[in-house]
């Protein structure tokens, strides 16, 4: 099983918006996603969904591109991002989700020898962003992550390799440590991928290979509209 990944599809649902504002490489982003899903993709193959999945402000509205989601090649896995306001509770998700796609929030799955776990993530402190209030989300967020990874000890199949899924970054902009690198280090994570970032901001993104993690930024743009396959090789002890 190989296993890719792309965050930031930024879909319309059915609010008429479109990205090229944003840049003529926008243009028909969604189009070129797909395309080049078709193209790479194989039905054995993961697809981690790193957030920011659709413009819909309610679930009703991002029905349309989930299903585009779910007739997507191989299995699906999903994390909210920041923009996800259509994102409902997980009995509501699922109702409407297609098999092929599982969610994760706050939480873990094991997919032949593969563990994910995922979480949204936040702003991290010290970045130029960051404000006193969010320090309270960013706390809650590193919580959410050591639950995420904790879980992984009530999983009854066996892996080989960990990846972690995010929407923000893992670090500030500065790539400085955060509590969510600590945690990747604690729990031995293989690979990291994470999204939200776009333009000028991408420069500022972390990744390669720092301790025992592979960071992977995969930001639509970042990526060039092409999920990138997340090589995460399981570390020695």
């Not at 593969?114 to 979480?119: K, L, N, P, W």
């Not at 420069?203 to 992977?216: D, M």
Request: one cysteine or more; charged letters at 25%; aromatic letters at 8%.
């Amino acid at each position: 099983m190989r296993v890719f990944a792309i965050g930031d599809l930024h879909l319309a649902g059915g609010s008429g918006k479109t990205m090229d504002k944003f840049g003529e490489h926008w243009r028909d982003h969604d189009r070129k996603i797909f395309e080049n899903w078709e193209r790479i993709g194989r039905d054995d193959d993961l697809l981690l969904l790193a957030g920011d999945i659709s413009w819909a402000m309610h679930l009703e509205e991002a029905t349309a591109d989930l299903d585009r989601i779910g007739g997507l090649k191989g299995r699906k896995l999903m994390i909210k991002g920041n923009h996800d306001y259509w994102w409902a509770s997980n009995a509501k998700l699922r109702k409407v989700l297609s098999p092929s796609i599982e969610i994760l929030q706050a939480s873990s799955i094991v997919i032949e020898g593969t563990a994910v776990a995922g979480t949204r993530g936040w702003l991290c402190p010290g970045d130029t962003f960051f404000q006193s209030d969010d320090l309270k989300i960013y706390n809650r967020e590193v919580s959410r992550l050591r639950m995420a990874l904790e879980s992984l000890k009530t999983q009854s199949a066996e892996y080989d390799r960990l990846i972690v899924a995010m929407h923000y970054p893992p670090a500030n902009d500065k790539g400085e440590q955060s509590g969510f690198m600590d945690l990747l280090d604690e729990y031995r994570v293989d690979a990291c991928v994470y999204g939200h970032l776009h333009a000028d901001a991408i420069r500022t993104g972390i990744t390669g290979l720092r301790g025992n993690t592979t960071y992977h930024l995969v930001s639509a743009d970042a990526v060039n509209f092409a999920p990138a396959e997340i090589k995460a090789v399981a570390s020695s002890e």
